[in-house]
């Protein structure tokens, strides 16, 4: 499905530009770097990573997905990505007031804040590449739903792409230490809600024969990484 290709090859934009945005709030919490490069990176994660790709996610992808696949939209997968995509604009929205404020504990906030942003941000791209897209794309396809139309990003959407690609080239992306990512999130109480009634009786029923399928392979996939269940990161 070229949309769901399209946002993944985002992706691998959104997460270079995360970690160069670290480089840069590190560099500004000591006092250093330039405003205005913070304002470019700002200005990408609302205007080509918010505008344009969560759009085309919250506009083409979840309402396929809700239409005709009967996905509910208030529970589940859906509301946890779109619960997220709310989380992150409330932050990026927090970042730009306070790279308005030359103080040193402002600059620090800044840096701490880019830390929760970038962790939530990444944890949310793997699970969107891992499990959300996959699983979207199959449960479409089986019901004759092979492609969908996404819109083109427009000239200020562009101009910030390729503003924050020059910013990557000048601040090489961070490698944090501190994050585990990975595929997977069937351990997450939201997961079940991907099977529709008569796919979980078939799936969960004691009365099926539990054969190797994808899902047990994600299981076990799950079991090597930090999965996010609720609210809360587990090590499972």
Not at 35 to 64: C, K, N, Y
Not at 152 to 161: H, N, R, S
Request: glycine share 6%; aromatic share 12%.
């Amino acid at each position: 499905m070229k949309l769901v290709e399209q946002l993944m090859a985002e992706h691998e934009l959104i997460d270079e530009v995360l970690g160069s945005f670290r480089q840069w709030t590190r560099r500004w919490a000591n006092g250093e770097g330039d405003r205005s490069d913070g304002t470019r990176f700002l200005e990408f994660f609302q205007r080509w990573a918010h505008d344009f790709h969560h759009a085309r996610e919250e506009d083409v992808f979840i309402p396929a997905l809700v239409n005709e696949v009967s996905l509910p939209r208030d529970r589940g997968p859906i509301a946890i990505i779109l619960s997220e995509h709310t989380a992150m604009g409330e932050l990026r929205r927090r970042m730009m007031e306070l790279l308005a404020d030359d103080r040193p504990e402002a600059r620090a906030t800044l840096d701490q804040l880019a830390t929760t942003f970038s962790h939530q941000l990444w944890h949310h791209l793997d699970a969107e590449n891992s499990v959300f897209f996959a699983e979207g794309e199959a449960r479409l396809r089986k019901r004759g739903v092979a492609e969908l139309e996404g819109r083109a990003p427009t000239t200020a959407e562009l101009a910030a792409k390729e503003a924050a690609e020059a910013l990557v080239r000048r601040f090489p992306p961070l490698v944090d230490p501190t994050i585990y990512r990975g595929d997977g999130c069937v351990m997450c109480p939201a997961f079940a809600t991907w099977w529709t009634q008569w796919e979980s009786t078939k799936q969960f029923s004691p009365s099926v024969p539990q054969k190797t399928t994808r899902n047990c392979e994600w299981f076990f996939v799950a079991l090597r990484f930090f999965v996010r269940c609720g609210d809360e990161w587990h090590n499972c």
